[in-house]
């Protein structure tokens, strides 16, 4: 296998080894924000991105690699309190539910613990067009959206605007999203931010 062209989430995934991830997809670039694909390397002083890792590194550095080791788990466990201290809890209603890697991860760490009680993010949601209907308080910013729109759709229309607890995705100007391909990011979000608005 080249290692040269691959990150380290795209190498462990070919080898079937699952890895969570939220932001990386394999027809976009990287962004490395989601932190869930935390993995630990032998001579890392901490678990580190995958997929903001290169492959090469195994070479490189006669490193090993733990995907599953205790630490990680800890980690990844840490990571998906973080995200869900503001994602809702609304599986039950969601259109996105059975089919959210979000809800997939929480199931399986058999998430319960959570020691942050002061309030949930609340975001108004958005008029984006005919075809995609928004759910705000869903997004966890993992900003593929963003990349698709501007990668593959080849239209700037949105972005994420704000930093910290005031991040949010919004269109540039008030735009609605005009591309025929926008109804693909009700696919490629993760949660259940995006929905089709004709179903
Ligand atoms: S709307 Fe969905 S795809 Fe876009 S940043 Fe939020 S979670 Fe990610
Ligand atoms: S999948 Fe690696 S940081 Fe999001």
Do not use: W
């Not at 032998?42 to 090993?64: L, Y």
């Not at 067009?129 to 963003?146: F, S």
Request: proline content about 4%.
């Amino acid at each position: 296998m080249n290692l040269n062209k691959k990150s380290l989430i795209a190498y462990l995934i070919a080898k079937g080894i699952s890895i969570p991830h939220y932001c990386y997809h394999s027809s976009l670039s990287i962004a490395g924000n989601c932190r869930v694909c935390l993995i630990e390397l032998e001579k890392a002083t901490k678990p580190v991105v995958s997929c903001a890792t290169h492959a090469n590194i195994i070479n490189q550095t006669q490193n090993k690699i733990y995907h599953d080791s205790p630490l990680v788990k800890k980690s990844r466990e840490n990571i998906l309190e973080f995200l869900l201290l503001n994602h809702p809890l609304d599986c039950p209603i969601c259109d996105q539910g059975g089919d959210c890697d979000l809800q997939d991860q929480s199931l399986f760490f058999g998430f319960t613990k959570r020691r942050f009680y002061k309030f949930k993010r609340i975001v108004q949601d958005k008029e984006l067009g005919p075809i995609v209907k928004t759910v705000m308080t869903r997004c966890i910013h993992c900003t593929r959206c963003v990349r698709f729109a501007k990668e593959i759709a080849g239209t700037e229309d949105f972005g994420m605007f704000g930093r910290g607890s005031v991040s949010e995705i919004g269109t540039y100007i008030t735009k609605v999203l005009v591309s025929e391909l926008s109804g693909n990011v009700v696919d490629l979000c993760p949660v259940g931010f995006f929905t089709t608005k004709t179903y």
